[in-house]
T-cell receptor, first 114, second 113 residues
């Protein structure tokens, strides 16, 4: 299966620690998105890459959050000094870049901050 | 007020029933998506539409651009249809939307045998 892959699936960390998540999109997809989903809510947009360029960041993305896509392939999302409010499912999605293309989602990384 | 509103938030049905989930949005869009999310997080795209109606198996999606409204119908519902169904819109932004989606809060569907 060459779908969108996210690692790890689950992460439990203590408040104040740093965490990093990885997303491997479908190989020919140049658009990559990060979303955050809390229980009972729909996903919220965090940030978007076209190739290696980060073109948009949500106001939800505080200074503690940083995302990279250094070679235009995989992406990482880092959260520094985690807070309990950061507990959520972090979803990655990719698409080939045509406006008519659907998004392909990974299974997400569930973060629990204790 | 959210840009994308779904109703109902929770829906319980008996196997075989016809199900309708509604989605209203308040912004200009270039496309609307219906997505299915099972426990554990994985999201699957069911439909992407910008006008009219699409059908896939027992699923039908319609959209009325003028009324800013879309519906997802499931005919002859089955317990395996139990999932969260999410409406999401691709917002128009100066002609370059980047494909970013704005999501509704989801509808939790439970189909009992």
């Amino acid at each position: 299966d060459t779908g969108v892959s996210q690692d790890p699936r689950h992460k439990i960390t203590k408040r104040g620690q740093n965490v990093t998540f990885r997303c491997d999109p479908i190989s020919e997809h140049n658009r990559l998105y990060w979303y955050r989903q809390t229980l009972g809510q729909g996903p919220e947009f965090l940030t978007y890459f076209q190739n290696e360029a980060q073109l948009e960041k949500s106001r939800l993305l505080s200074d503690r959050f940083s995302a990279e896509r250094p070679k235009g392939s995989f992406s990482t999302l880092e959260i520094q000094r985690t807070e309990q409010g950061d507990s959520a499912m972090y979803l990655c999605a990719s698409s080939p870049g045509r406006e008519t293309s659907p998004l392909h989602f990974g299974n997400g990384t569930r973060l629990t901050v204790t | 007020k959210n840009e994308v509103e779904q109703s109902p938030q929770n829906l319980t049905a008996q196997e075989g029933e016809f199900i309708t989930i509604n989605c209203s949005y308040s912004v200009g869009i270039s496309a609307l998506h219906w997505l299915q999310q099972h426990p554990g997080g994985g999201i699957v795209s069911l439909f992407m539409l910008s006008s009219g109606k699409k059908k896939h198996g027992r699923l039908i999606a319609t959209i009325n651009i003028q009324e800013k409204h879309s519906s997802l119908h499931i005919t002859a519902s089955h317990p395996r249809d139990s999932a969260v169904y999410i409406c999401a819109v691709r917002v128009e932004a100066g002609g370059t939307s980047y494909g970013k989606l704005t999501f509704g809060q989801g509808t939790i569907l439970t189909v009992h045998p």
